[in-house]
């Protein structure tokens, strides 16, 4: 399996009476995002299948993943909290994104890589981080220390990739 875990695009900032899974995507935050994928276009990926986080800032940039996917969209409040088994479970397919928000996403590709467990509840730090935008591509079986890293690619490489 072809993994690819991609931390939501540029959303509002927290604030004040904003619920949190009612933030969305700014201006800039989509028109970055489009060239995001037209850089995962020249490193020819398609998608299978997009899973995401019910928050809008997630469902928004999974749409934005359009141009690459030749299956479907998937919701998973998983996606909106600590990586666990479960989650593990419910990823399927051939070549599929998992589109949602940090730190949970950086701890969910150290534990598949690793097979350390390096969090809690509270979310503790991880080795790696994914910017927003960021895009880390694994391989393998989506179990704790069965994938192994193809990239780990930033939002400012990518977008220099889809402006060619």
Known sequence: MDLYIIRHAIAQERAEGLDDMQRTLVPQGRSRFREIVRGLEQLEISLELVQHSPALRAVETAELLGPLLE??????????????????REIRGESTALV???PWLSQLGFWLLSGWRNFDARGSASPLALKRGGVLHLKGL?????MTLVG???PRV?????RR
Request: hydrophobic share 30%.
């Open 100 to 102: 949602g928000h940090e």
């Open 142 to 146: 989506p179990r704790p220390g069965e």
């Open 152 to 154: 780990l690619y930033s």
């Open 158 to 162: 990518l977008r220099r990739l889809g």
């Open 71 to 88: 299956g479907e969209l998937e919701v998973t409040d998983r996606l909106y909290a600590a990586p666990d088994e479960e989650l593990l």
